[in-house]
Nanobody, 125 residues
């Protein structure tokens, strides 16, 4: 599976962005998908994930209520709608995929074998 993330950019606090991650090489049906981010000088951290069935969506505490994860299996694409952005959301955002991730492991970086190249989101105050 090859993943291509896009949609990053520079915005001001309070604005919105939508990230996209398009997969090639196989369908995303039955594949767990996730977004992680790596703020400057920090380790990569979990943001949001969708289970293999797409029936469950999970968020980190820091983004719940502001970010929305969605998936369009017909387009083989997942999205991360990010609203009310703050400077603390500044990071490189990565999408990840794996067909064998169980629900209890969705938040774990090590559970995913396939990663996109990352897209930079910068939020100015």
């Amino acid at each position: 599976v090859q993943l291509q993330a896009s949609g990053g950019g520079v915005v001001q606090a309070g604005e919105s962005l939508r990230l996209s991650c398009t997969a090639s090489g196989r369908t995303l049906r039955g594949v767990a998908m996730a977004w992680f981010r790596q703020p400057p000088g920090k380790e990569r951290q979990f943001v949001a994930a969708s289970s293999r069935t797409g029936g469950g969506t999970y968020y980190s505490n820091s983004v719940e209520g502001r970010f929305t994860f969605s998936r369009d299996n017909a387009k083989n694409t997942v999205y991360l709608q990010m609203n009310n952005l703050t400077p603390e959301d500044t990071a490189v955002y990565y999408c990840a995929a794996d067909a064998s991730v169980i629900t209890s492991s969705l938040r774990q970086e090590s559970a995913y074998d396939y990663w996109g190249q990352g897209t930079l989101v910068t939020v100015s105050s």
